[in-house]
């Protein structure tokens, strides 16, 4: 029968497992014997029959230590045999359990390497670390309990980090729960595990988790967004007009440059320092623009932040104003009434805006009047004109002389001199009206042309009057002629030549004989549009420009010729684009012919990659257009490599069998890159941060890369992979990142370890005892069902049990070897089944030993009707009796127990 017991681990030799009861029914017993027959692993038992051999004691024999490293069971089926010296024996199995009472080891926590690598862009979830301990103890002792004691970030982090990991109490896995931050978190987070077993016992490891830093930040700058400054057109250059103040909190070196905005090139940026300054000369507020915006990028390499920097040019009193010409005459006669225009003096300043004329006034210190001096009796306008504001008479004041000043905005002076002669007109002195003239003559009128028809000069005592000219200036263009009615006639003797002279004076003088009138006459030549503009050449090719020159570039300066004076707007010639620029991507300084780039041109989309411009040049003429110079400019724009490539999708996940073989397309992603040129839109791939072990590209479609197997997953080596594909056009890139699960696939068919095994067992062998343990391998991972095995019969055997997960044989109903037939032996064909129905068998052959289990029976119960004579002689056999023994190969003694009186 069975016995069981419950004892503690670790007790001493002599300890007294459990009293076993045997008898012997034979009369003539001479005691019993006692073996282990099996069960006793390590031989940690004994029996003791010291005392009764029917009443023998299972002890310890020596220490129990289910701990590592002797690994002991925690359960023993001791099976044992008790002989009377015949062939008839008995078994018992005794069960032991084993308990654990003392935790005598301290787990082990270890991990290496001590330093953990981690980007800062790590994705939350992700697994970081996982630690490991080992326990020695057996049972609850030997559980491990993992915890995270201590979390301490860098000295220099601003930031908690208390909260960013999380640890697995079973698996000891270090789980990444909030993202990090390289620049708030410093490198490094330092993580102190705890260990701790079933008995409280502890040991810790230290992981360093060093924080890789990503360029994740835009540079940022103490600026305004928008900045403006002003600056005096007569600063000297280069001049500086800010520098940036920028930092990155990636720590990246940090470059400078203008996108927009710099028309001309007149400024330019430090790449290094961010200083703006003015490098060449143009701010000049008289020109067209006097207000600049410029936009300013700065960037890391990666990540970039726009500034706007407003230039204004501050005007500036550059010129004086100037007269021409600088010196007046005029008469005035006696009387003239209070009113009357004298003379009309002329004064420019090519300053704008308020830095021009300001005031034309009279110094009053500077009037003389002889040969009577009275109080001044002129006043000057703003045109300039003056005028006689008192009554002057001729016969006590001959002349007056003064000096005229005109000051601009900025106080700057010229003066001119004046000089009035007073005449007196009561004594018969030829009279004329008006005494001057301000005449307009174009350049184009023809000699002997009338200027003025009638110089209207009487004499008031009838003499007839003559003309001359007393003086011209410059040269002599001019003639007078009596005229049909003796009037006097001003006539042009030679056509005149504006651009040689502006104005011309003449001085006509009527005579009586005695007496004289001078008339003083001013000829202003008015221009005429002579001449057209003239280019050097109709065509010419600008060159070529790449689609990423920045706005402001200059692409080409023009000049036309026009000999007309420059004095008029005749000679003042003005640029435009006429044709060639419908989508506006080119402006042109009308003044200097100067053609710069407007708008970015994008040589991807733009709708031709040249261009034809072609230029007008007209004068500013008001009165004639004389014509129209043409000037054809071809501009070729190149391509630059100014698109980064772009794959779709951005990311991707994926399963992939274990069983795939080498050539498995895994995923197919389409890249592209907008760049028009095949030097820059070709794109070549590659695989970073990848194991190429398993994983290739196959880029036959240049626009198509194929993500492929390089060799089959192993998913009992690893579970899951990464992978990236770059794409690359030579300068930028771009990063396709994926994860790969692996699959498992039921690979392997268990196998046992003895396909044929053989157990030998007595036919009295008690029920629940273990016959044979049978096991097989699978070669899956542990981790899926596909590497887990179960045992089964593959058909019912009514003697025995299999466990399903230990593969132990049982004996569940008793045997016997007198039902069998030679060779006495029960085949049992175990199956080993994975979880995916993968299956393998093995005959294990169950020997049945014999017993002497049955008492030998007479066939026949009473022998009667013999007789013996009384002569028979001895030795003559009377009667024959026949016995049988249902036990194999057992011999049969016999005997006469009683009634033969010694005769038989």
């Given at each position: ?421 007073f005449t007196d007109t009561t004594n018969t002195v030829p009279t004329c009206s008006p005494i001057f003239y301000n005449l307009e003559v174009s350049e184009n009128d023809a000699a002997a042309s009338t200027l003025i028809s ?445 009634g033969d009186s010694g005769y038989f």
């Amino acid at each position: 029968m069975p016995y069981a017991a419950v004892i503690d681990e670790g007790e001493l030799q002599g300890y007294t497992v459990v009293t076993l009861s045997s008898s012997d029914t034979d009369t003539a017993a001479t005691g019993l014997t006692y073996s282990i027959v099996s069960g006793n692993t390590n031989s940690r038992f004994t029996l003791n029959t010291a005392n009764n051999d029917y009443f023998p004691t299972f002890e310890v024999d020596d220490t129990i230590t289910p701990d590592a490293p002797d690994s002991d069971p925690e359960f023993y089926a001791v099976v044992i045999q008790a002989s009377d010296g015949s062939t008839t024996d008995a078994t018992a199995t005794v069960n032991i359990q084993i308990v654990p009472t003392s935790n005598d080891f301290t787990p082990s926590l270890t991990y290496s390497p001590t330093s953990v690598t981690v980007d800062e862009d790590t994705s939350l979830d992700s697994l970081l670390v996982t630690f490991t301990a080992d326990d020695d103890d057996f049972g609850s002792y030997g559980d491990i309990t993992y915890t995270l004691t201590n979390i301490v970030a860098d000295p220099s982090a601003t930031v908690s980090v208390a909260n960013v990991l999380s640890l697995d109490t079973s698996s000891g896995e270090i789980i990444l729960r909030q993202e990090l931050d390289y620049e708030t978190m410093a490198d490094s987070i330092e993580i102190v595990v705890t260990a701790t077993d079933g008995g409280g016992l502890t040991d810790s490891a230290t992981v360093v988790l060093t924080i890789v830093e990503v360029n994740d930040n835009p540079p940022t700058c103490t600026d305004q967004t928008e900045a403006t400054y002003i600056i005096s057109e007569t600063e000297t250059w280069p001049y500086s007009v800010h520098t940036y103040s920028c930092s990155d909190v990636d720590t990246n070196t940090l470059t400078y440059s203008i996108i927009g905005g710099n028309t001309g090139t007149l400024f330019s940026i430090d790449s290094s320092t961010g200083e703006v300054s003015v490098i060449s000369p143009g701010l000049d507020y008289e020109n067209a623009i006097s207000t600049y915006s410029l936009t300013i990028e700065v960037s890391d390499g990666t990540n970039t932040a726009e500034y706007i920097l407003n230039v204004i040019t501050d005007p500036k009193d550059e010129f004086d104003p100037v007269f021409n010409p600088t010196s007046y005459t005029a008469t005035v006669f006696d009387p003239s009434a209070v009113g009357t225009a004298v003379v009309t003096v002329t004064v420019s300043d090519d300053d704008d805006g308020d830095d021009g004329i300001a005031s034309i006034e009279i110094v009053s210190t500077s009037v003389t009047c002889s040969p009577t001096a009275i109080a001044n009796p002129f006043s000057i306008d703003s045109s300039g004109q003056i005028t006689l504001v008192l009554e002057v008479d001729a016969d006590v004041v001959s002349s007056c002389s003064f000096t005229v000043r005109a000051t601009d905005g900025g106080g700057d002076t010229d003066d001119a001199t004046v000089a009035i002669t007073f005449t007196d007109t009561t004594n018969t002195v030829p009279t004329c009206s008006p005494i001057f003239y301000n005449l307009e003559v174009s350049e184009n009128d023809a000699a002997a042309s009338t200027l003025i028809s009638a110089l209207n000069c009487v004499d008031d005592d009838g003499d007839t009057l003559s003309y001359t000219i007393s003086s011209q200036s410059p040269g002599a263009y001019f003639s007078v002629d009596v005229g049909g009615d003796a009037s006097g006639e001003l006539l042009l003797s030679s056509q005149l030549d504006f651009e040689t002279s502006m104005e011309h004076t003449v001085v006509v003088e009527a005579s009586d004989g005695s007496n004289t009138c001078d008339i003083d006459i001013t000829v202003l030549v008015s221009a005429y549009n002579e001449i057209e503009p003239q280019f050097t050449s109709t065509d010419v090719t600008a060159g070529t420009f790449s689609e990423s020159s920045d706005v402001g570039t200059s692409i080409y300066t023009c000049v036309a010729t026009d000999t007309d004076s420059t004095q008029t707007g005749d000679g003042q010639v003005e640029y435009s684009i006429y044709t060639g620029n419908n989508d506006g991507y080119f402006a042109m300084d009308s003044s200097l012919c100067w053609i710069y780039l407007r708008e970015p041109i994008d040589y991807e989309t733009v709708a031709s990659s040249s261009f034809d411009l072609v230029i007008h040049a007209n004068d500013k003429s008001t009165t004639l257009d004389a014509g129209t110079g043409t000037l054809t400019v071809s501009i070729l724009i190149s391509d630059s490599n100014d698109n980064d490539p772009y794959c779709t999708p951005t990311s991707f996940q994926g399963t992939v069998a274990e069983d795939e073989v080498a050539g498995y397309l895994i995923i197919t992603i389409q890249c592209t890159d907008d760049d028009v040129s095949s030097s820059y839109n070709s794109l070549t791939y590659s695989l970073v941060n990848t194991d190429t072990t398993y994983f290739s590209i196959d880029s036959t479609d240049a626009t198509q890369p194929i993500i492929e197997l390089a060799a089959s997953l192993d998913y009992e080596s690893t579970r899951s992979h990464s992978v990236t594909l770059r794409a690359s056009d030579g300068t930028y890139t771009f990063d396709v990142s994926g994860s790969i699960t692996v699959d498992p696939v039921n690979e392997f068919s268990p196998v046992f370890t003895n396909l044929d095994a053989t157990a030998t067992v007595s036919e009295d062998t008690a029920l629940s005892t273990l016959i044979y343990t049978v096991a097989a391998t699978d070669d899956d991972s542990s981790y899926t069902s596909d590497g887990q095995v179960t045992y089964s019969f593959l058909t019912t055997y009514s003697n025995f049990f299999i466990d399903d997960d230990s593969g132990e044989i049982l004996l569940v109903s008793e045997l016997d070897r007198e039902s069998l037939t030679t060779p006495f032996e029960i085949e049992l064909e175990v199956l080993a089944t994975d979880g995916s129905a993968s299956a393998t068998t093995a005959t294990l052959t169950v020997s049945l030993s014999n017993v002497n289990d049955n008492t030998p029976a007479f066939d026949q119960d009473t022998y009667t009707g013999y007789s013996v004579d009384e002569n028979t002689a001895q030795g003559s056999v009377v009667l024959t009796v026949t016995a049988t023994d249902a036990d194999d190969s057992e011999i049969i003694v016999y005997s006469i127990e009683s009634g033969d009186s010694g005769y038989f």
